[in-house]
């Protein structure tokens, strides 16, 4: 079953060169067959709750793949600068 992560940006960057630094270090592990990006920081129209700052959407073809994505260690070093550049919120969803 497909399987989603997706990333909600709930604030502006606070920290350009962090941000720089997570784009950087997660390019260095190049791109994955398996994943799709369906939406990478489009326009965003809020209808309920607070509309976040920015957003992506991954697809992946199931749960393993998408945590196998996630769990590369290039990523989990990238996740660290993201982490100090704005308050995100990350889940992972199976859908369609």
Known sequence: MATYIIFTREEPIKNEAAMQDYRDTNAKGGRTECMEA???YGPITGL??????GAVVLKFPDHAAAMEWY????????????????HYRVFMVEGL
């Open 38 to 40: 369906l939406v990478a």
């Open 71 to 86: 769990n590369r260690p290039i990523y989990q070093e990238a996740i660290q600068h993201r982490m100090k550049a704005a």
């Open 48 to 53: 309920e709750g607070e509309t976040p700052d």
